[in-house]
């Protein structure tokens, strides 16, 4: 019995060397994780907007005002593989600002995983 109970031991032990790491390939790009579109609420139009837009992420004392990079299409990009738990503000003037429930950015093995937020300003 003994024996068995070894040899099982040993069969255990090597099978579970095999790290899964060796088989992950990540990219070396670096994600955002955090993507906000900001939209007017009575607009009929689904384009966002940026004009005079300030969309800033906190999490604890972390702060960082997110920055779009296309005027066709302003995304505001932020958490760059930071996982966190986010509180999103948006400013424009004449407009009320927004303040978000927290939203949760997690990671994998490799890269954090985006939260999209679409926010409409009143």
Known sequence: MKKGAIY???VLLFSCQANDLDDVFC???VKAGLNVSVHLAESSSSIPI???VTVVATDGNYSETLQFFDPQN???????ERPGTYTITVTKAGRQTYVSQPIVVTEDI???IPQTVMVLLL
């Open 50 to 52: 940026s004009d005079g």
């Open 27 to 29: 990219t070396t790009e």
């Open 74 to 80: 302003p995304i505001f990009y932020g958490a760059y």
């Open 110 to 112: 490799c890269h954090v």
């Open 8 to 10: 099982l031991l040993f």
